[in-house]
């Protein structure tokens, strides 16, 4: 059973930068796609990004020249979200998962809402202070 624990939120100030971590035992995470999500408060989950690992490097659900970038670790079973340019609007739980049996980034990270995605964390929890 594929287990994943989010780390690296907080507090920062607007214009700064966090790096979330999204550690997994049980499974190796370049077997999986793996996303980013996050809800604020009163809103819905919405997909950040996400990641499907391939021989050849990987695929993304984006352009990865915004101002959130997602990668992986091998050698540490992890995946990452470095957030640039923090926004108040940013602030919200983000949220790790991963599944097998997607193996498109953009249909994990645009239909998620209508998947039953296999593996969540429990959240790390981002506040942008203006």
């Known amino acids: 059973q594929l287990q994943l624990v989010e780390s690296g939120g907080g507090l920062v100030q607007a214009g700064g930068s966090l790096t979330l971590s999204c550690t997994a035992s049980?499974?190796?995470?370049?077997?999986?796609?793996v996303g980013w999500f996050r809800q604020a408060p009163g809103k819905e989950l919405e997909g950040v990004s996400c990641?499907?690992?391939?021989?050849?490097?990987?695929d993304y659900s984006d352009s990865q020249k915004g101002r959130f970038t997602i990668s992986g670790d091998n050698a540490k079973n992890a995946v990452y979200l470095q957030l640039n340019d923090l926004e108040p609007e940013d602030s919200a739980i983000y949220y790790c998962?991963?599944?097998?049996?997607?193996?498109?980034?953009?249909?994990?990270?645009?239909?998620?809402?209508?998947?039953?995605?296999?593996?969540w964390g429990q959240g790390t929890r981002v506040t942008v202070s203006s």
């Open positions: 998962a991963a599944d097998r049996a997607i193996t498109a980034p953009q249909v994990m990270c645009l239909l998620h809402s209508i998947l039953s995605i296999h593996s």
């Open positions: 049980g499974g190796v995470l370049r077997d999986y796609t």
């Open positions: 990641v499907t690992f391939t021989d050849s490097g990987a």
